[in-house]
C-alpha cells in the first residue's frame, strides 16, 4: 500500500498516473468527477501535481479532453508558463477501477 511515508519516488509515480487518468479522454466523466471529490483533502507531494490538480478542480465540470485543453492556460494564469506537461501527467493509460484503488490509498494513507 502507498503512503505519504512510502518512497517519495513511488508517491509521485502514483499522483502522476492519476492526473493522467483525470485528463484522458476515454476515461468515463462520472468516474473522473467522482475522484475529483476525495482527492480535495489529498495534499499532492509533487508541487506541480498538486498545481494541475487545483488547475482540474476549476475546471471540473468540462469533458477530460476539455480539461486538458485548458490546463496550459491555468498554469499561465496562475504563474506557471513553463510546465511539462507530458512529465507531470504521463502517459501509462489507467483503467477506471485502477485509478479508484490508487485514489483511495493515496487519500486515506495520507491521514495516517
Known sequence: MISPRDDSDEVLAAEQRLLGFLVDPSAPPDMVRSRLGPLRTYRFQGLEHQLAFDCFERFRIRPAGDLLASLPDCLVRAGFPEF?????????PMCPEGALRLCTMLVLNQTQ
Do not use: M, P, T, V
Not at 84 to 92: A, N, P, Q
Open 84 to 92: 511539462d506537461l507530458e512529465r507531470i501527467l504521463g502517459s501509462r
